[in-house]
DNA sequence: AACCCTTGTGTTACCGCTAACATATCGTGG
DNA sequence: CCACGATATGTTAGCGGTAACACAAGGGTT
């Protein structure tokens, strides 16, 4: 019967073994251990030597359904392979690492069902925010957000309705603002290549910018290529020499991302074309990753890591209220020119 | 005093809202919810509306709390910028996508210290599994995985002892047969470069393995040159011309990952000297990444996905258990050639 | 008709922790 | 010397679910 003293070894360990290794209650366990109330140090120290002893881990499920509070902020992105997320990620968390709130990553491969399950996934952990890639969801996964009761801040995109708060770039203006500097630098046969991906809104709109800007000076796009899957600096080799041997006359390609405009950029210096003369480049993104390239890749860089910053400044300043105020931020790129877009 | 009558919008859901909406006790609709025991298709269609009208999403926090059981797998990574890991991920989620197991990452920075508060922070949440790269880890870690009483998996090197299982290869061996495949293809003043890491034990187990198949060859490391932050494409091009303007006679550089071993090589082509006649290059990876570069880099495939599936494989197969049942798993990765390492 | 099983649903008692309040202890000024 | 505030600690009642068991109703069997 004396079942409270049976050492019962692999029994997980709760509040109530420490207050009883440390012969205080466990209600003032708990204050010591969060660091919270008036403890005295002669307590304090007993307590945290019985913790030790024991290898006494808190449980986190317990206290966040006692306190009501966790301090998880969801993050949702389409991919960790894109290089461009980890930035993001990067950002995040060293605004993060100063609060006490812990960044969680759902990954949704691009896709809308799959991102209506991991919002579902993630919300019923009850996180005190939410950070999330782009500005289109599902009508669902659209509800869940705006009824979920905390800040929500949707990255990466600023052209569309947030559902609260929004930090991004305009990448209908990245489009236009480089076909313009193209215009202006006197190339006129311009050809596209770019992802087979619909879901890819930012690309998309990126495309449209582009395209509509042409369009403005009298231009159109000579030709375009798109590609899927693969390693994305062969594939801009392939779709390069593909789309120069079908449309040889093209005097500029723009890359709707770095990595294959990085391919296209070898394969035009391995094939004795010259750029920027006879044909100019440019991509997306100013991957940091590819400065050692031959030639420095025209870009328009996509302010990563500054979102990734900025949404949890948002999200830590609004944390415990119900919304992060329905705040844009809009950030500009900066055109880069490097080596292979002619000035003017 | 008609308190439970009241609408109170901003309350958060919960099943007692769901149950009372559809009329029947909150265990049926946790059942319904769960897809758990028998429930009359009538009440389950009923259930299923209420809930979807309410838009309420279940509460995990209490579920794991009642049910002992959180379908979390943690995962502890370095660094999310190192390319490696991304794909280390995608295998274990390849995996645990076909399971009711949720992978959370978290990430160290290549700190112990901050490992240890990662696993500390992570553990309260009372994970069903530890995916951890690494076998070095500071006391307390080591005592806290072993005292969780859940499958650990420690990852991508093999050269240790684990706390419990481990899927890896061993770096000391990809180091050594490096080492072999260059003396043997007749290379003899032979130049380092990597990382200034003394934390990344991987990376330096690859250079003892080096350096001592090198010893038993009667050779050693003629020059060597190591590099911090920054673009590693950048700091490859400029160790490069460092070490060989340092070291005219060199006639192999092994680089500690394929980014800078990449950029060794465009430095090469760039300045005329001649790959792998005058100079032999290598790096380590296996990075598709770069398979698009002028020249293929010679490389060893670390095994990245494969490694991140076998151990969502194991603790999948052990979730529920106290351990994963001490499994080693080394996997041999394969010589790649490529074009900068002659063959014989 | 009494019995038992099956199926569907409800009841009760927690899970491990914390908010809020209650209580004990002590020094201190009036 | 006692009321009183400050400080330190304990008690109680949940948080929102789920396990385990209880129970009601219906349909065969014997």
């Known amino acids: 019967m004396a079942k409270e003293e049976i050492a019962n070894e692999n029994r997980p360990l709760t509040l109530r073994d420490v207050s009883m290794a440390s012969g205080v209650s466990e209600m003032t366990v708990s204050r010591v251990l969060r660091g ?3 403890v005295s140090d002669a307590t304090r120290t007993k307590v945290l030597e019985a913790a030790k002893m024991l290898g006494y881990v808190p449980n986190k499920i317990a206290g966040a359904l006692a306190s009501q509070r966790v301090n998880l902020v969801a993050v949702i992105i389409p991919s ?4 461009v997320f980890p930035e993001v990620m990067t950002g995040i968390s060293e605004v993060l690492d100063e609060t006490p709130l812990q960044p969680v990553v759902g990954v949704t491969n691009y896709g809308p ?6 919002l579902y996934e993630m919300l019923s952990w009850r996180p005190s925010g939410v950070i999330i890639a782009g500005l289109e969801h599902t009508d669902a996964s659209r509800a869940m957000l705006r009824a979920a009761g905390v800040p929500v801040v949707e990255i990466m995109d600023c052209d569309g309705e947030p559902v609260d ?4 770039i ?3 203006r990245v489009g236009r603002e480089m076909a313009k500097a193209i215009v202006r630098a006197g190339y006129r046969r311009i050809g596209f290549l770019g992802t087979k991906m619909p879901l890819d809104h930012r690309a998309r709109k990126r495309f449209e910018g582009f395209t509509e800007a042409l369009a403005k000076e009298g231009l159109e796009v000579a030709d375009q290529e798109f590609y899927q899957g693969g390693s994305a600096l062969v594939k801009g080799r392939e779709m390069t020499e593909a789309i120069l041997t079908r449309t040889p006359d093209l005097d500029f390609l723009y890359y709707s991302n770095d990595m294959i405009g990085a391919g296209g950029l070898l394969y035009c ?3 004795g074309i010259e750029v920027p003369g006879q044909v100019g480049l440019a991509g997306f993104n100013g991957l940091r990753l590819l400065d ?6 025209a870009t328009m860089d996509a302010c990563r890591a500054e979102i990734g910053r900025e949404a949890a400044r948002l999200v830590a300043a609004h944390a415990g209220e119900d919304s992060a105020g329905a705040e844009r931020h809009v950030l500009t790129p900066t055109l880069e020119f490097g080596a292979t877009l002619k000035r003017r």
């Open 170 to 172: 305009s990448h209908r």
């Open 113 to 118: 069902e799959r991102e209506e399950a991991v």
């Open 80 to 83: 960790l392979s894109n290089l």
């Open 165 to 168: 708060a929004m930090v991004g």
């Open 269 to 271: 210096l391995e094939n």
């Open 36 to 38: 919270r109330g008036d």
């Open 292 to 297: 050692g390239l031959p030639k420095k890749l």
